[in-house]
Structures are given as C-alpha cells and as structure tokens.
C-alpha cells in the first residue's frame, strides 16, 4: 500500500502531492473534496448553533420563554435551517428610491390599461397556489431569521410587473386610478428600510400585504428555505433552529415553532 493515496479514489499521491491536497486531481476526486468541506461546515454551523441556543435558554430567565419551547429544546432533535443573511444596512428610507419604484409602478399602470403585456420586463408569469398555513408560517419565521437576503434583489422594482399587477388590479372592490394605485402602495413603504434592498425591506420583513406582492416575491423560495422544507416535512416535530450565516459565521440566529419564535443572535 503506498504511502499516500487520494481520500476519494485511493490512486497513490507522492508526497508532495499530498502535502498540497489528500485529493488528485481528477474532477471527481476534487467535487468529492468540496462534498466534503461543505459536510463538515454544515456541522461545524450547526454545532455552533446548537450551543448557542442552549447557552441562551439557560440563561435567559426561563419565565421569558414559552414553557413548551423550553421543554422542546432541551428533548427533542431540532429541525436544523442554515439561511444566508442579509447583511445591508438599515437606514432612513431613501426618497429618490421609493420615487423609482412609483415610476416604474406608473409605467406598469399604463402597460396594464393598452394591454401591453410586453411594455417592461416580465419577472413570473403566474402566481403558485398558496402554501399550507402551517407550512407558510414556519416558512416567514426562517426567513424572518435570514431578514430577507433575497429581497436584495428587489431593488426599486420589487418584482411587481405586468402580470403581477393585471392580477393585483383584478383583485380590488374597484377600477383603481394610477394616482390612487400609487397612494396605496405610497402608504406601505417603510419608515426605514435596508440599503440597496427592496425598497419596500423593512426593519420586520415586507411591508406589503401580502395580495400587494408580485408574483415572484409571493412564489420564491430560496434553495436553503426549500431545504428547510424538505427537512419539515420528514421531521416528527416542528421545533426549529435558525441561523443566518455570511462568510461562514453566524450572524443572526432563532429559534422557533409554530406558536413562538424567539430571536437569539440579532448582529
Ligand atoms: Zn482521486
């Protein structure tokens, strides 16, 4: 048996090359390399975040906690969710933001009313049947976790488009004018939201009623959020531990179910 070998494939590895990587360099040895790195960070967090929690239920005084969440944490094997954070500064909504996103609401408007479904761009055509309560109520508090790192992309268009809108419109007791259309998105905005994000982030999540979101926004679900659901839906209990994490550090954390949801580190 040689000396070094490859901890994926087992080829001999000189001893320079095993210095440099316990792998070879073939394209499957070195995915198994990254499989492996991802594995072990994955629990690393985990680990971390498991202590964390702990730490704090034993030291929060206990009356602050709800007594099931209490007795759950100390008995039974959480459902573990690793989210990516938001990590944008919350300031003084931005004037100029909120008046692009009024006018590109405007142009929509005007698309919606010369049926111009091709008059900007399309983000989601169709909107997904609703996710169960229960299901969509875990889901807000893991994202509440995260405070919206895909709302990034929101920017000052919020997703809100042609078909979105065509859908909102037909949905209210009467034909809305644009002025009146823009005032009832102007009285959602948030007092302050986060730098560069969508401009309807707020300190709490989306600031709009849910039947005011696009399409997108009420339909995405982020790859570690629809792990997390997976993840539910094989778990016998819906007790949850959160972690929000930027450059492989925890950066905000919760823990929660479907009754309570409690935030442990906030950064
Ligand atoms: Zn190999």
């Known amino acids: 048996m040689p000396d070094y070998q490859c901890h994926h494939c087992n080829v001999a590895l000189s001893n320079t090359q095993y210095a440099r990587s316990h792998y070879c360099e073939k394209g499957a040895c070195q995915r198994a390399k990254v499989r492996k790195y991802l594995v ?14 702990q730490d704090f239920t034993q030291s929060a005084a206990t009356n602050d906690l709800p007594s099931r969440l209490v007795i ?32 590109h609401l405007s142009a929509i408007y005007e698309d919606s009313k010369e049926n111009n479904s091709q008059g900007s761009e399309v983000y989601c055509e169709t909107l997904l049947p609703p996710t169960p309560e229960k299901e969509a109520e875990l889901i807000g508090k893991a994202c509440a976790t995260c405070m919206g790192n895909c709302c990034n992309l929101g920017k000052t268009h919020a997703f809100l488009d042609y078909p979105s809108l065509k859908h909102i419109l037909s949905l209210q007791s009467a034909a809305l004018t644009e002025n009146e259309l823009l005032t009832l998105y102007s009285e959602h905005f948030p007092d302050q939201s986060y730098e560069y994000s969508c401009v309807f982030l707020g300190k709490n999540g989306c600031t709009l009623p849910r039947d005011l979101r696009s399409f997108t926004c009420n339909n995405y679900l982020c790859d570690e959020i629809a792990n997390y659901r997976i993840a539910l839906s094989q778990a016998d209990s819906d007790l949850t531990f959160a972690a929000a994490i930027h ?21």
Do not use: C, G, Y
């Open 40 to 53: 072990a960070k994955k629990q690393r967090l985990s680990e971390q975040l498991n202590t964390q929690i």
């Open 72 to 103: 759950d944490i100390e008995n039974i094997t959480p459902v573990v969710a690793l989210l990516p954070a938001n990590t944008n500064i919350l300031e003084d909504s931005n004037p100029e933001r909120k008046q692009m996103f009024l006018h």
């Open 247 to 267: 450059n492989d550090t925890i950066v905000h954390s919760s823990v929660f179910d479907e009754d309570s949801f409690i935030r442990v580190v906030e950064k």
